[in-house]
């Protein structure tokens, strides 16, 4: 990599292994069933007759447009995502349906139909986001009856501009790992193969999407939470730059990296659902080029990932010079080789912080990944949490000087396509790796620094999907939503998932 790397101290050194070793063994926590929900939340299983409408069959921005047009009605369209919904059951992608919301809220945006620009649509929020009157069990027992009597505001957000809830959809528990598979709900499974890990933490979201049983999805965002299973899955994840949608309702685990983000099948429906959340982007319609766009593509960056990744990543950046990009090398701050030491002080301190209260009364409720990685948090040295504060506000100046050089960074979301769920370890050019290291490599260095990034698909490689991350300066969702938006179109449609057929 280019640049002199500083000295870390072994304090701000240490966190990385406990990082890795406790971030969610992917062949464990096929865990037990969640207890009932308590009165006043709804079951996941409750489904209507059939309806031959097929709603997620359009991107959200189309079936918004269908019915302003009254080409479908408020009823079809509920009827046909709970139909997909019990067709997609296996899936796991959902803990609970909220079958009776969905209905309410239909019939209440329908004055709003036409006057917003997704109202009508329905939506999925991953379940540590808040939902009043539907519990909000952030994957664990230990919260297994909980309901909110608010909703978080991001949920009041798509609610007053007319989006109806579907349902809570599933998460590595309290969105603590990257693999989707330890959950007290079990497993989400991966609608390209169920072989394979879905991602996480928002792993029911990114299968929702990816199954077609909804358009649109909220995800969160610590360590790549939104942007690998978007990857592994073959859909659109986005994390906004930091504290750019608000996190208020939303469960925590780390104050200073947690971001709240989106999924869908579409660049363009992300673009509509963040103009809801107050973003304003443009439109992937308005782009009509990219003559003028300074972009970067490290080789280093694809020298990290497999072969088949590298050269689909790098048709990406032969798309956008063709469509009048330039490519521009600048200097590879020395700041981003830390992001592994600074994140790990960061997310184990904050994280053991948040849920001490778990960890004092009601460990045994948790997952046995889960209470070591909270437990791991002892391990860290004094002084590391400081230091690597102090290492996050240097990283976020590093970060800063680099984006004045250049509009947009190219990167692979992952180095691999999704792993086996029973795999343990990875081989890479440079070596075997830790598929958790692996997984992370190229997405936490971008909640340290809090830029936005969006994860689009670019490819399939031995019939997975391949994600590509397109990182932009701080602040600039807008103009970075409308650069991916118009690689799509230049791309072309991407395939579906088999499960969605």
Request: with cysteine; glycine share 8%.
């Amino acid at each position: 990599m280019q640049g002199a790397t500083p000295e870390l101290s072994p304090a701000l050194r240490a966190p990385i292994e406990e990082f890795e070793n406790f971030f969610a063994s992917p062949s464990s926590g096929r865990a037990r069933s969640m207890a009932a929900p308590s009165a006043g939340s709804e079951q996941r299983r409750a489904w209507p007759s059939s309806s031959d409408v097929d709603p997620c069959a359009d991107s959200a921005v189309a079936l918004a447009r269908r019915l302003a047009r009254g080409d479908v009605d408020a009823t079809e369209i509920v009827e046909g995502t709970l139909r997909r919904a019990r067709r997609e059951e296996s899936l796991n992608a959902f803990i609970t349906i909220s079958e009776t919301r969905l209905r309410d809220e239909s019939r209440a945006a329908a004055a709003l139909v036409g006057v917003h620009s997704l109202a009508g649509v329905p939506l999925a929020h991953k379940d540590i986001i808040a939902t009043k009157d539907v519990r909000t069990t952030g994957g664990s027992d230990s919260r297994a009856n909980a309901v909110p009597t608010t909703d978080a505001e991001i949920v009041r957000r798509f609610r007053v501009r007319g989006l109806p809830l579907v349902g809570k959809t599933n998460t590595h528990e309290l969105a603590t790992g990257i693999t989707g598979q330890v959950s007290a709900a079990g497993a989400v499974m991966n609608p390209w193969d169920t072989t394979r890990v879905t991602g996480g933490s928002s792993s029911g979201s990114a299968a929702a999407v990816a199954a077609g049983v909804v358009t649109l999805a909220t995800a969160t965002d610590t360590g790549g939470s939104a942007r690998i299973p978007a990857a592994c899955c073959g859909v659109v994840g986005f994390k906004p730059t930091y504290a750019a949608v608000p996190a208020h309702g939303v469960i925590p685990f780390s104050w200073t990296l947690d971001h709240v983000g989106l999924m869908a099948r579409y660049s363009n429906d992300i673009s509509a659902a963040a103009s809801c959340l107050g973003l304003r982007p443009t439109p992937a319609r308005d782009r009509a080029s990219l003559a003028g766009l300074r972009f970067a593509l490290p080789e280093h960056l694809l020298a990290e990932a497999d072969p088949a990744v590298a050269d689909l990543v790098g048709e990406v950046a032969t798309r956008l010079e063709a469509d009048g990009a330039h490519r521009v090398d600048p200097q590879w701050p020395s700041w981003f080789d830390h992001a592994d030491g600074i994140a790990a002080s960061i997310f184990l301190s904050e994280g053991a912080a948040v849920h001490s209260d778990v960890l004092a009364d009601d460990a045994a409720l948790l997952q046995p990944p889960t209470r070591a990685l909270l437990r791991s948090a002892d391990a860290i040295a004094t002084g590391s949490y400081t230091m690597a504060l102090a290492g996050r506000q240097a990283s976020i100046r590093a970060a800063n000087s680099f984006f004045s050089e250049v509009d947009v960074l190219l990167s692979p979301a992952l180095p691999i396509g999704a792993p086996r769920i029973d795999q343990e370890m990875i081989a890479l050019p440079e070596g075997t790796v830790d598929v958790r290291a692996a997984l992370t490599r190229y997405t936490r260095l971008w909640n340290v620094t809090g830029n936005p990034v969006v994860c689009v698909p670019c490819g399939i490689a031995e019939g997975l999907p391949v994600g590509v991350q397109f990182i932009g300066p701080r602040h600039n969702d807008r103009g970075l939503l409308g650069v991916a938006g118009r690689y799509e179109q230049l791309r072309g449609r991407f395939p579906s998932a088999p499960a969605s057929g």
